[in-house]
């Protein structure tokens, strides 16, 4: 018999009432739309209770603002009743300075639009490129031209080339040193020959390590140099870590063990490393002492050099009184101190009027400023101790081969621009990384303003519940 399948017996087959007959799913959907909002609204409501605001936050608040996190008008100002979206720069300075960039700067950028918050326990520092490049990309100042290169979006694209590397000015210190001659693998020590190394003049002043060709003890009077630090942007020198900058070469520390200021071969003393004043007091008391010691001495031989064995000259003496003897003797060092010994490293000006007190029995030399150069690169940071893996020459690659002051041993931006790149294995490149915003020498301190009791409550709230509970 054949099938007859009329499509009446086939409508017959569908169940029209069957959204009316209960199914597994629906009715799972159906109770999880009643439970899911009334969960939440019991949740919300919990928490408002408790006048916990967490839970319409816009993300887990950065790490040092997490004890904050049931605070929201620390940062949100209310207005008309609701929290506003954007922060506010009043709420922010209540707890923080946030000094400004510069004064000539065309308008001030919100704190929340570079510190954006609530993404997690970043570090709130380390703001975006965006952040910068919105007035670097194209600067412009409110006074006059810009005094810095006014075209930068990022560090491996149109950053410039280092001023100091730009500038193509010589090095301003006035210490005569040769590299070269230095780090010959023989050079004459005071036991025999060595071979010197960096850090046998050159350490971070954090370090501790006796020095190798050090002997000498420090004059007071040769005070640390001066530098060319520009007005304190940047941390500077002596603000930076200890351990960032290498501190100026001394002669105590590094010269003293085999460049000795010996000055007469009657005394295996040194004249002390300090201004000529005071080392013509040294040498003319030294003088007199021996003097009074020895006054045979006041009896010289006036020419010993014709004394020849084949044709004896009666001997010639001549006899100085004690201020005679110790005025010859005094000049006689003190021409080899100036003119030779101190020369070797020193620029030293004889002219009238640089010559100290007129009844001097030499004129006095005036020795130059050393004006070492504390930091190259004023309107950056640097830091040597976080590049301690690298060797010293690989930056300053000239260094082995430099024989004049004036050289400049600097890295320029391709040296750095070799990991300080784009890419998951390469170092930080955004601007953070190498340049403060705030400007360090408008920083000030900022009070605190909360109540103990205040921070406590929130911190406890914020140890019972981990921020993985949904916030
Ligand atoms: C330590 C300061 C701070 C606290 C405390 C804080 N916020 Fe924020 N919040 C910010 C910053 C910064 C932004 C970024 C917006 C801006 O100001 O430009 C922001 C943005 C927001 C936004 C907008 C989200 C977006 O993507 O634009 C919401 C919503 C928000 N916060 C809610 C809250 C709530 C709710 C709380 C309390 C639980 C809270 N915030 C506590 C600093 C804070
Ligand atoms: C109730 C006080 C308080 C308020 C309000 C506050 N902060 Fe903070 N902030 C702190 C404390 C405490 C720290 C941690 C200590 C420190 O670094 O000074 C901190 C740290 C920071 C840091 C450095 C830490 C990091 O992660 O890099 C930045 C940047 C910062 N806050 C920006 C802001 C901004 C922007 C606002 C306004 C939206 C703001 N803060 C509002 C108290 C506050
Ligand atoms: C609101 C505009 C503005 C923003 C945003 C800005 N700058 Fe500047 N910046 C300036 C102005 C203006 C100068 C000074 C120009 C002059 O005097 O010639 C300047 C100068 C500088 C200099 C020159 C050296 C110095 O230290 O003064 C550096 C470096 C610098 N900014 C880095 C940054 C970094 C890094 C950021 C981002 C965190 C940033 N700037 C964000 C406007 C801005
Ligand atoms: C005998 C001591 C001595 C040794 C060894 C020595 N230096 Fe120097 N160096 C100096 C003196 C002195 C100066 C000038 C003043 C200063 O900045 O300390 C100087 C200056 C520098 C400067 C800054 C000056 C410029 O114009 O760029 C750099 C960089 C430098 N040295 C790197 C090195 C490196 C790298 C080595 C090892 C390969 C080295 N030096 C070994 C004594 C030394
Ligand atoms: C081997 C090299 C060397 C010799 C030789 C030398 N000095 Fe120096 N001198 C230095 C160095 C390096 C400094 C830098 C500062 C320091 O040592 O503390 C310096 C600094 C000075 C200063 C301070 C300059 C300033 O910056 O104001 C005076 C003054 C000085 N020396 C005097 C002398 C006199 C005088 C002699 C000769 C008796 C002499 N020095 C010999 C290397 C030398
Ligand atoms: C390990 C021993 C040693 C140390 C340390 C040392 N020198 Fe020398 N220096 C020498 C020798 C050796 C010479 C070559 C012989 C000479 O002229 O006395 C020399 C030569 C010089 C010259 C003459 C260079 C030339 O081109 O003719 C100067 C300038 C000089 N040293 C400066 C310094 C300064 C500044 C320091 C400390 C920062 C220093 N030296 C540390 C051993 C040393
Ligand atoms: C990653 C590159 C790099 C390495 C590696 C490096 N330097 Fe430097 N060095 C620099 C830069 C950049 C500056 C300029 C910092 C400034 O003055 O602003 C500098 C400056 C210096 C100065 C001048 C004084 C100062 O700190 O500003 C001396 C001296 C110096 N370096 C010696 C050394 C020695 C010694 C080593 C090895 C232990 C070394 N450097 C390793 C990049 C480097
Ligand atoms: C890896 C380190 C590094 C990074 C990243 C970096 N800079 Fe620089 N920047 C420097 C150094 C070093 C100088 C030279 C400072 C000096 O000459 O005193 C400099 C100089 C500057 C100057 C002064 C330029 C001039 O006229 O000489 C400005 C402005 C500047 N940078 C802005 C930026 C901005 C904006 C960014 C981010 C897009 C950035 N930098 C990223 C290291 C860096
Ligand atoms: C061999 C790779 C290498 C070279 C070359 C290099 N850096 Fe770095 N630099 C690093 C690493 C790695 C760090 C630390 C990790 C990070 O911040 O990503 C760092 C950190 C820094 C910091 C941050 C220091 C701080 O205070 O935390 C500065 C600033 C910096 N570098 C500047 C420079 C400059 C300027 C040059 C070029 C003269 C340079 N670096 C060359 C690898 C390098
Ligand atoms: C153009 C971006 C930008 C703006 C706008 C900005 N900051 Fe910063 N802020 C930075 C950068 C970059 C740093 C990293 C260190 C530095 O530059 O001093 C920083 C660091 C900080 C720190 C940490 C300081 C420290 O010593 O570690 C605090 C706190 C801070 N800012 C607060 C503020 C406050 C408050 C405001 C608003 C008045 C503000 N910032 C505006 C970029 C900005």
Known sequence: ?????????????????????????????????????????????????????????????????????????????????????????????????????????????????????????????????????????????????????????????????????????????????????HLQPNLTGPNGRVQLVCADCH?????????????????????????????????????ASPAAYMAPATYAQTCSGCHLLTFDKRFSEQVPHDTPQKIHTFVVAKFQAYIAAHPSELRELRNPGRDLPEKPVPADYRVLTPTQWVAEHTAQAEDLLWR????????????????????????????????????????????????????CESCHVATRTSQQTADILLPGIATCRACHNTGTQAAESRCFECHTYHDPGQRKFAPGQFALPDLLQSMTLNRTETPADGL
């Not at 009432?17 to 999880?32: E, H, I, S, T, V």
């Not at 350490?203 to 304190?232: K, L, M, T, V």
Request: charged share 20%; glycine share 6%.
């Open 203 to 239: 350490r971070p002043a954090a370090d501790a390590q006796p020095w190798r060709f050090g002997s000498g003890i420090a004059s007071a009077a040769i005070a640390p140099a001066a530098s060319n630090e520009s007005a304190g942007r940047p941390p500077s020198f002596t603000q």
């Open 1 to 181: 018999m054949p099938r007859t399948r009329t499509t009446k017996k086939l409508a017959q087959r569908i169940d029209l009432n069957y959204f009316q007959k209960p199914r597994p799913f629906r009715r799972w959907r159906f109770w999880l739309s009643v439970t899911a909002p009334v969960a939440a609204m019991v949740w919300l409501g919990w928490h408002g209770l408790r006048g916990d605001p967490r839970v319409y936050s816009a993300g887990q608040l950065s790490r040092a603002h997490a004890v904050f996190a049931n605070k929201c008008s620390a940062c949100h100002v209310m207005r008309a009743g609701l929290f506003t979206e954007k922060t506010s720069d009043s709420a922010c300075l209540a707890c923080h300075d946030g000094a400004i960039h510069h004064a000539s700067q065309t308008f001030t950028p919100s704190c929340g639009s570079c510190h954006a918050d609530h993404r997690g326990a970043i570090r709130l520092a380390e703001v975006s490129e965006e952040s910068c490049t919105q007035c670097h990309a194209n600067l412009e100042t409110r006074d006059g031209p810009a005094h810095y290169f006014t075209h930068i979006r990022s560090f491996n694209g149109d950053h410039p080339e280092f001023a100091v590397l730009r500038s193509g000015q010589p090095e301003r210190g006035t210490i005569k040193v040769n590299h070269y001659l």
């Open 340 to 391: 030779k010994t101190c020369k070797q490293c020193h620029t030293l000006n004889f002219s009238p009027e640089a010559a100290s007190a007129p009844n001097n029995p030499a004129p006095l030399p005036a020795i130059a400023p050393s004006n070492f150069t504390t930091r190259y690169m004023p309107d950056a940071k640097f830091d040597h101790s976080q590049h301690r893996l690298v060797s």
